[in-house]
Structure formats: C-alpha cells, structure tokens
Nanobody, 120 residues
Framework: QVQVVESGGGLAQPGGSLTLSCAAS????????MGWYRQALGKQRELVAE???????NYADSVKGRFTISRHNAENTVYMQMNSLKLEDTAVYYC??????????????WGQGTQVTVSS
C-alpha cells in the first residue's frame, strides 16, 4: 500500500558526512511521521531520528547535535544529514513511514535499508 525507498548511504571516514533520503509513495492519505532506525551487526534496531507532520523532531541521544532530520511534506520525503560521523554509526539504516491509508486505517511502512559504513 505504501512504498518506501531510501537512497544515500555508503562509506565515509570518521568525522565525515553523509545524507540519507527517503521517499514514500502509494496509497497515502496522510503521513503522521517519518524517520530513521538503524541496526548494527549483532545489535537490536534502534530509533535514530523521527519527525512528525507538524515538524516536531526526536533524536537518539547518541546522534544529537550531529544528525539533522528534515522533511518535505509535499513530496512525502524525509532527509537525514549526518555529520561528524563516528565508527559506531556504522549500521543499516531503515526509513519508516507512519501513514494513514484510509480515514480509519494506518500503519508503519519500512524501506529495505541502506548501509552506512564509517571507516578510516
């Protein structure tokens, strides 16, 4: 019903920057929130950052001051600028979209993930 496609990611050096993008399409009535989770090898998936339709943001403590999430509501797109990258930011990053697909039905939809590797 809702397709989520991520782009960006790749390899960066410690202290470097990367930008992730995520676009949602399909049977979208209204998006409530969009955001990013990540999962490092051998660890549980964790919230990185999220943004509501009203612009409220929430960040994991580990990325505050380094990552910035933003959203283009008209295009159902979310971005995450990642600066001052650290080795521990290495993970697969997943975009999620919380969206109404009818007046009474909503769900969380996920992208397939994009790899971010921070290495010297």
């Amino acid at each position: 019903q809702v397709q989520v496609v991520e782009s960006g990611g790749g390899l960066a050096q410690p202290g470097g920057s990367l930008t992730l993008s995520c676009a949602a399409s399909g049977s979208i009535v209204a998006i409530v929130a969009m955001g990013w989770y990540r999962q490092a090898l051998g660890k549980q998936r964790e919230l990185v950052a999220e943004i509501t339709s009203g612009g409220s943001t929430n960040y994991a403590d580990s990325v505050k001051g380094r990552f910035t999430i933003s959203r283009h509501n008209a295009e159902n797109t979310v971005y995450m600028q990642m600066n001052s990258l650290k080795l521990e930011d290495t993970a697969v990053y997943y975009c999620y979209v919380r969206s109404y697909v009818s007046l009474k039905s909503w769900g969380d939809y996920w992208g397939q993930g994009t790899q971010v590797t921070v290495s010297s």
